[in-house]
């Protein structure tokens, strides 16, 4: 099968869709497949074979990210129609998604459409000079407009597709999480970076990695925080990754007067230093609102690290089984009562650990893969005896 992908983002940009978006590449090459990915340039990236690189400028309101000029993604629509693709994957809703449903139709092969982020509870944190209210109803209306536009949508949760159909998306939705790759989750060293980092071994250690971003909710982690330390005085939340409200989040810190609690490690590598971060975290603790999945908590999980997190959106698929987890309330003494049980209790963490290692198989990159290459082949069958503006789901799609 030849796959055309196209993105907003990639690496060496880092957030989820990057993740998802490699992940699911390098399953369905692994395969024998073809797979290449129109996505934005970047100062100083390198990549590997069939990844077109598209001249980029930076976009307003948001330095990390990068906007394609159209007229050269659509200059290789003749090179693109010698290489016979038989479907186009979405992987964002911006200036991706309007030329991706373009060149599908150029290129007569179905849309799909993978829909990555909660923009209703994410916009208005970067246009703050509008009101609420109005970004949510634009983020409504334009994921409405976007998804009915495509053949079918990918969607990484139950919630995720719950709140889409209430949006009016009338377009097939399927259920597929990005996969773990548990190769890449097998070892990492605690002790070293808390010795790095000079933090005792004995210390009371939390571990909060991903963006660092409003939406993230880890303003209700440092208050939790608060909370904790009342029982316990000496614990330490390590917050790894980069973004826009690390400014404000140190200035909390020091408002809440946990400066000496709080440690910001800023980005760091997955080869290595990454996973040595989780191991060094007794728990990995989790609050974020807006989550379609919730990688993090996957990769805590694989790692043996136990997580406490609250279970709102994406989260719950992960979190409701309680394998591996605490799932908590979005109150801060609740919260804290949990991880104070967590740290307390010797024979509790070592089930939840062996538990989360056991759990995050059944969430392995290869089997999402499958799932995905399986649908791929439905939509191409389905376009091919109905045509490319039939919206029926495929024979083999419930929805789930």
């Known amino acids: 099968m030849r796959i055309l992908m196209i993105s907003d983002v990639y690496f060496p940009r880092i957030n989820g869709v990057s993740t998802s978006t490699q992940i699911f590449r390098e399953e369905l090459i692994r395969r024998g497949h073809k797979v290449t990915l129109i996505a934005p340039h970047y100062p100083n990236c390198e990549d590997a074979d069939d990844i077109i690189r598209i001249p980029s400028h ?90 009915n536009a495509v053949n079918s949508v990918i969607v990484p949760s139950t919630a995720m597709r719950d709140i889409l159909e209430q949006y009016g998306v009338t377009t097939t939705m399927k259920i597929i999480p990005t996969g773990m790759e548990l190769n890449k989750f097998h070892a990492c060293n605690g002790d070293a970076f808390r010795d790095q980092h000079g933090i ?4 009371p250690t939390l571990v909060h990695i991903g963006r660092v971003a409003h939406e993230k909710n880890i303003d209700f982690l440092l208050r939790m925080l608060v909370e904790l330390r009342r029982d316990i005085p000496n614990i330490l939340l390590i917050i790894a990754g980069e973004g826009p409200a690390l400014p404000h989040l140190r200035k909390l810190t020091n408002q809440l007067g946990i400066a000496d609690n709080v440690l910001f490690v800023g980005y760091l590598s997955r080869a290595n230093a990454l996973l040595d971060c989780y191991c060094a975290g007794d728990a990995f603790v989790f609050a974020s609102r807006t989550e379609t999945q919730g990688l993090v908590l996957l990769e805590a999980m694989a790692l043996g690290v136990p997580v406490v ?21 979005e109150d801060t003494q609740k919260f804290a009562e949990l991880v104070k049980q967590l740290l307390d209790n010797d024979v509790l963490h070592k089930r939840l650990s062996k538990e989360a290692r056991d759990y995050v198989k059944e969430w392995s990159a290869p089997m999402m893969a499958d799932r995905l290459l399986e649908y791929y082949q439905s939509l191409i069958a389905q376009h091919k005896t109905q045509g490319p503006s039939q919206h029926t789901p495929p024979a083999t799609s419930q929805q789930s």
Request: aromatic share 12%; with cysteine; net charge positive.
């Open 200 to 203: 005792p071994p004995t210390r």
């Open 309 to 329: 997190s609250t279970a709102v959106m994406g989260t719950k698929d992960i979190l409701q089984p309680q394998r591996g987890a605490l799932v908590a309330p």
């Open 58 to 147: 930076q976009v307003l309101f948001d330095p990390e990210d990068r906007m394609m000029k159209r007229k050269d993604v659509m200059a290789l629509l003749p090179m693109l129609r010698n290489e016979n693709y038989d479907v186009l994957h979405i992987q964002t809703p911006f200036v991706a998604h309007y030329l991706g449903v373009k060149l599908a139709k150029a290129l007569n092969i179905p849309s799909i459409e993978s829909y990555h982020t909660f923009f209703e509870e994410y916009l208005f944190h970067y246009v703050p000079f509008v009101p609420k209210s109005w970004m949510r109803a634009l983020a409504r209306h334009f994921t409405r407009k976007e998804c």
